[in-house]
């Protein structure tokens, strides 16, 4: 039997709980799934799923299988559309690595504006943490890099970058709802935030600028993503200083935005790899996210590309006193 159907059989029952489920969805019979899971758990010597209730949950040794397996199968599928481009079946997608926030807030209204679903250009875009998004342009994986700074290395080709504040989230039912801001960082002492996880980048500059005001919080969830960020924000879970774009591409109820009296940027933009051919849609595209982001953000400065240099040094400096 095929190593490729035992692993998406294995992949299917992890993520519906089910043989049955996995079955309907695979277009087989349940004892086919049945069997191949037992035989990839014997070809392993782990077992991989244990039973509780009326679902099937992985053991640990099984979730740590999940994520390879996983990367696995979204290769083979990547590998069978580029063959399928090399034949020249499909126009080849323009491939985009980008943070949550830009993916969110700048690239599906510049997909948008190129012509939506009619006239705009495949994509396969990959969300990511600013230095895997990085890695992705500098590997060749990507050829669009969306990201927020520190973003500097030799091998990256900056093609536009801004900075814009970041902004106070807050409950709707917050006693600082009802004021219009800008609200002074001092007004924060001792509130519970709701703190992004990352360690470098605007979430380190959103840590300093509060230790210089003096101003002690309690972090009480910490994530990745903005968006959990503002999740756990309206189900109470505090407050929290956040970058600009996310609220732009999806608002949320229940949240009010407040600008800060204390500028702390959020600084992005997009990069290329240095020296790389860029299709004439993908620097199209490249426009369509500058203009988004002026056309959305009040506050977006455009960094002229002859101050880049210095800026991109000034933050990447930063980074190591923090």
Avoid at 177 to 205: D, I, K
Avoid at 292 to 314: G, M
């Amino acid at each position: 039997m095929s190593r490729l159907k035992i692993l998406e059989a294995y992949l299917q029952v992890a993520s519906l709980g089910s043989v049955t489920a996995a079955a309907k969805h695979l277009g087989v019979s349940q004892p086919s799934v049945s069997r191949m899971i037992q035989e990839l758990e014997r070809d392993l010597g782990q077992p991989l799923f244990e039973r509780v209730g009326q679902r099937l949950v992985l053991t640990p040794k099984g979730m740590v299988l999940r994520d390879d397996v996983e990367l696995a199968l979204a290769g083979f599928v990547n590998l069978w559309e580029r063959a399928r481009e090399v034949v020249g079946e499909a126009e080849p997608p323009i491939r985009i690595a980008s943070v949550s926030a830009l993916a969110f807030g700048l690239l599906t209204d510049a997909w948008k504006a190129m012509g939506g679903e009619a006239d705009a250009p495949r994509l396969t875009v990959e969300v990511e943490s600013p230095d895997r998004v990085q890695n992705a342009v500098i590997s060749g994986h990507a050829q669009i890099g969306a990201t927020s700074a520190p973003l500097l290395h030799r091998d990256l080709a900056v093609e536009w970058l801004g900075t814009a504040p970041c902004v106070l989230a807050v409950p709707e039912g917050d006693p600082l709802a009802g004021t219009a801001g800008p609200v002074e960082l001092q007004a924060l002492a001792g509130r519970s935030l709701v703190g992004m996880s990352l360690r470098r980048g605007v979430p380190a500059r959103i840590r300093a600028a509060l230790s210089a005001a003096g101003v002690d919080i309690h972090v009480g969830v910490r994530t990745t993503s903005t968006v959990n960020v503002l999740s756990f924000v309206r189900a109470g879970a505090g407050i929290a200083i956040i970058e600009p774009l996310t609220l732009t591409g999806s608002p949320m109820p229940g949240i009010r935005i407040l600008p800060l009296a204390s500028a702390i940027p959020y600084c992005f933009g997009v990069v290329t790899a240095r020296g790389a051919t860029v299709p004439d849609k993908a620097r199209a595209l490249i426009a369509a996210m500058q203009k988004v982001a002026e056309r959305h953000l009040d506050d977006f400065t455009l960094i002229p590309p002859e101050e880049h240099h210095d800026i991109l040094a000034s933050l990447t400096k930063q980074e190591t006193r923090l």
